[in-house]
């Protein structure tokens, strides 16, 4: 028994409490949930931040493009992410040790030709200096 003019549920003067995830389905009329597909950008920020601490600046960025390969959600981000750190710490220690291997074969080559007892006796025994001749031509102020 409405005594308005409008349709039943159609009239203005009701307050209908609106959930933005759930909406009806335009071909049976059911109601449905929504899901979200995105992942926004301080999730895709903790994910980064958890790699880098997990697994370094490559860690940060596999960790940045799962989240938003997995559209935000973290069960399988987790499955993912941890066996995925174990290869790239392999990955870093790798780099790190070639990296650390170059820098000491670089200075051991650098060192050998500077500190190498054998050169330096061979370059000071070639000079020929005839002291009394070198304090008679130069004489030097401190």
Same mark, same amino acid.
């Given at each position: 028994?409405?005594?308005?003019? %409008?349709?039943?549920?159609?009239?203005?003067?009701?307050? $209908?409490?609106?959930?933005? *995830?759930? &909406?009806?389905?335009?071909?049976?009329?059911? $109601?449905?949930?929504?899901?979200?597909? *995105?992942? *926004?950008?301080?999730?895709?920020?903790?994910?980064?931040?958890?790699?880098?601490?997990?697994?370094?600046? @490559?860690?940060?960025?596999?960790? +940045?493009?799962?989240?938003?390969?997995?559209?935000?959600? +973290?069960?399988? +981000?987790?499955?993912?992410? @941890?066996?995925?750190?174990?290869?790239?710490?392999?990955?870093? %220690?790798?780099? %790190? *040790?070639?990296?650390?291997?170059?820098? &000491?074969?670089?200075?051991?080559?650098?060192?050998? $030709? @500077?500190?190498?007892?054998?050169?330096?006796?061979?370059?000071?025994?070639?000079?020929?200096?005839?002291?009394? $001749?070198?304090?008679?031509?130069?004489?030097? %102020?401190?």
């Amino acid at each position: 028994m409405n005594n308005s003019n %409008f349709p039943e549920g159609n009239d203005p003067g009701l307050k $209908k409490t609106i959930n933005p *995830t759930i &909406v009806e389905d335009p071909i049976d009329s059911s $109601k449905r949930v929504l899901v979200r597909n *995105t992942v *926004t950008g301080f999730e895709q920020g903790i994910a980064a931040v958890m790699g880098l601490f997990t697994a370094g600046p @490559i860690g940060a960025l596999a960790a +940045w493009g799962t989240i938003r390969g997995v559209q935000g959600k +973290w069960t399988p +981000w987790v499955i993912i992410g @941890i066996p995925l750190s174990i290869i790239i710490n392999l990955i870093n %220690f790798l780099i %790190f *040790t070639i990296i650390a291997a170059l820098i &000491v074969a670089v200075s051991e080559d650098y060192s050998s $030709k @500077i500190y190498n007892p054998r050169m330096y006796l061979m370059a000071v025994s070639s000079i020929n200096l005839d002291i009394d $001749k070198v304090n008679q031509n130069h004489t030097y %102020f401190l």
